[in-house]
T-cell receptor
């Protein structure tokens, strides 16, 4: 059974600081996704990572994938309050869009 | 381009009743997946449909069922509701292309009393 583990589950950081969220998964994966969820809202797609060494960046967020280590990271640079949300990683093993999600990381950025 | 739409947005039912939730995917998307989100279990996959066929099913009891119509719209049904079925039900659509992301709808918040 595929397991996806995120850490930390809770992250409180100061504006302007950098931090990294980690996502480990237990089996070979074809695709890894990062999503953002604001309170009471749905999931917003951030990144799709398809191959070993893939790196994608959007604004203050950068995601990378190491398929050999079965590890993805979401790096936050110079955090701002607007980044406060819950971030999920999800793994698709190629079974026709059956995503297995991590438990999510609740990020709070304090002024 | 319109996003994924789900109806109704909120629903209150009592134990033993049944409920039907609806999802309209983004135009041109033929794959529709359903997920259940609860504080305790997180996000869990229910099932996925493509061209009116269920291709994958998660570990949920048979009370949970779904279908997809020829226009790619999908419905899910939960029969004999239990308190534990209270959750946010999310529908996601995607194009069946490599590297395609799943786009999620706003969800239906189901409360079972």
């Amino acid at each position: 059974e595929l397991k996806v583990e995120q850490n930390p589950l809770f992250l409180s950081m100061q504006e302007g600081k950098n931090y990294t969220i980690y996502c480990n998964y237990s089996t070979t994966s074809d695709r890894l996704y990062w999503y953002r969820q604001d309170p009471g809202k749905s999931l917003e797609s951030l990144f799709v990572l398809l191959s070993n060494g893939a790196v994608k960046q959007e604004g203050r967020l950068m995601a990378s994938l190491d398929t050999k280590a079965r590890l993805s990271t979401l790096h936050i640079t110079a955090a701002v309050h607007d980044l406060s949300a819950t971030y999920f990683c999800a793994v698709d093993t190629g079974s026709n869009y059956k995503l297995t999600f991590g438990k999510g990381t609740l990020l709070t950025v304090n002024p | 381009k319109a996003g994924v739409t789900q109806t109704p947005r909120y629903l209150i039912k009592t134990r033993g009743q049944q409920v039907t939730l609806s999802c309209s995917p983004i135009s041109g998307h033929r794959s529709v997946s359903w997920y259940q989100q609860t504080p305790g279990q997180g996000l869990q996959f229910l099932f996925e449909y493509f061209s009116e066929t269920q291709r994958n099913k998660g570990n949920f009891p048979g009370r949970f069922s779904g279908r997809q119509f020829s226009n790619s719209r999908s419905e899910m049904n939960v029969s004999t509701l239990e308190l534990g079925d209270s959750a946010l039900y999310l529908c996601a659509s995607s194009r069946p292309v490599p590297g395609g992301s799943q786009y999620f709808g706003p969800g239906t918040r189901l409360t079972v009393l």
